[in-house]
């Protein structure tokens, strides 16, 4: 027996539920974990869930078939199959209009008349909307020197979660009720006003739409004509989540819950203030579904990593960045380039003293090794631990803290990428790369469940 399969029957939990979770900080390979789980599961089950709880237009999770490939942002990637429904839940902030341009966008690469997959919305997700995207930018525009994340995705993510801290968020179901035009009314006159605080008129600033030159919010009458458009189609996917996912849970359909950003990027464990605002761990989805599923009874919890680096989109200082000479050819080798922004990503060595702070805080059971082709001639460099000063030190998630610690580093021996590629089995894999997977699943108290070395569904191992 694999150790999938036992993973997705533990005792005590809900057999056949697994978590797909960021490890690090994020774009290790969550969509196409997510795919390929999908794909499992639907050899065996007439149907299978696929739920995001959680980050909206600013995730990027790239999955392919057939030599085609996209890169979705709010969708969840079990849409490419037959008998899958992708549920967008509660703890998600969704852009209408940006949704329904990624569903067009999937047709198109993939030339369906329609989705493959069933999507549903759920009515209580927060609205991410171009006002949100506005805001943030004017309130970059004006922390420039010393406060506040510089390194934001520009999708109004933090600001649609901080309404519902200031308690007037607008959802889902808001834009599909009667009353539409004055909430969101309501809504655009809030923002203008908190814009012109920051000394800017938001009918001016442009913000970032999928896949199009940037956009003129422009007027209220403008902000809420766009939104008008998406009305009607929009009514085909949304609806009340919790009797739903309440008699899924307790049917034995699988569950895969697809988790955006990692955990470094969560705004308690990561390094403040370059996080995003949603709950990046497995309790997210407690929150998301209401409750109805506890999230300490999913048997399966992956961590995804990148095997052999580390990639990061923003401004963090790292405490393990690799030389630029090395880094320079891993990022163009692996295209590290961000899948929402385009940004040449930091590139990093793996460092087990916050890998073992992540799983830990993040529930993390199992590990599902991305990447394991992006190996060169030389060992691999692994962070085993801190030092500040003569003293041993720790992760802490804590920006100045961690600008004062120095990598303690471990090599192990490289394996050859062409011989891993011609593998079936994990019986084939070669020992270095063997002996690697069972020291960073030692030293994270976690167990190995899969390993991937390229981009295609059959480029990966089960072990
Ligand atoms: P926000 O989520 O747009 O507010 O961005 C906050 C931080 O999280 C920035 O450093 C972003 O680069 C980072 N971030 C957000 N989403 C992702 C993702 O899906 N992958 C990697 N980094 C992300």
């Known amino acids: 027996m694999t150790n999938l399969e036992k993973s997705l029957r533990k005792k005590g939990r809900r057999a056949n539920s697994v978590a797909v979770i960021g490890a690090i900080f994020g774009d290790e390979g969550k969509g196409r974990i997510t795919d390929e789980l999908t794909d499992y599961f639907l050899k065996k089950y007439k149907k299978v869930i696929v739920y995001r709880d959680n980050g909206g237009s600013n995730a990027g999770h790239t999955i392919s078939m057939n030599g085609k490939k996209i890169g979705l942002h709010q969708i969840g990637s079990g849409i490419l199959h037959k008998g899958c429904v ?57 922390n420039q020197k010393t406060l506040g994340s510089q390194a934001a995705t520009g999708r109004g993510i933090s600001p649609s979660y901080a309404d519902v801290i200031f308690r007037f968020p607008v959802r889902m179901r808001d834009l599909l009720s009667e009353d539409w035009r004055n909430i969101l009314g309501e809504h655009y006159d809030l923002y203008k006003e908190l814009i012109k605080g920051l000394s800017m008129d938001c009918s001016t600033l442009k913000v970032k739409r999928f896949n199009r030159e940037d956009i003129q919010l422009g007027n209220k009458r403008k902000f809420l004509n766009n939104l008008e458009k998406t009305r009607d189609i929009l009514r085909e996917y949304v609806s009340p989540m919790y009797e739903y996912i309440r008699r899924e849970w307790k049917s034995d359909t699988p569950f895969i819950f697809e988790k955006a950003q990692a955990i470094g990027l969560d705004s308690r464990w990561g390094v403040y203030p370059d996080v995003t605002a949603s709950n990046c761990c497995l309790d997210g989805i407690t929150f998301s579904t209401e409750g109805v599923i506890d999230a300490k009874d999913i048997s399966a919890r992956f961590g995804v990593i990148k095997s052999t680096y580390t990639s990061s989109v923003g401004k963090r200082q790292i405490p393990t960045f690799m ?35 992540f799983c830990k805080v993040g529930c993390i059971e199992e590990l599902v090794f991305t990447h394991m082709d992006i190996i060169y001639k030389r060992d691999v460099k692994v962070c085993v631990g801190y030092r500040r000063g003569k003293e041993k030190a720790y992760y802490r998630p804590d920006q100045k803290h961690l600008e004062n610690v120095k990598a303690i580093y471990k090599k192990l021996k490289y394996w050859d990428k062409a011989r891993l590629k011609t593998c079936k089995t994990y019986l084939d ?12 699943s030692k030293e994270t108290d976690t167990t190995p469940v899969m390993i991937t070395y390229g981009p295609d569904r059959s480029d990966t191992i089960l072990v």
């Open 86 to 142: 992708v549920v967008l839940g509660k703890g998600m902030a969704i852009h209408p209009i940006d949704l329904l341009d990624e569903i067009e966008e999937v047709k198109r690469v993939f030339e369906f008349q329609k989705l493959p997959a069933k999507l549903m919305i759920d009515e209580m997700a927060v609205l991410n909307l171009d006002t949100h995207r506005a805001f943030e930018f004017a309130l970059k525009n004006r």
């Open 323 to 357: 030389e630029e000479k090395y880094a320079q050819v891993l990022r163009d080798d692996a295209h590290e380039y961000g899948t929402t922004t385009g940004r040449p990503r930091d590139i990093a060595y793996l460092d087990l003293e916050m890998l073992k702070y």
């Open 429 to 440: 894999v070669q020992k270095e790369a063997k002996d690697f997977i069972q020291f960073i």
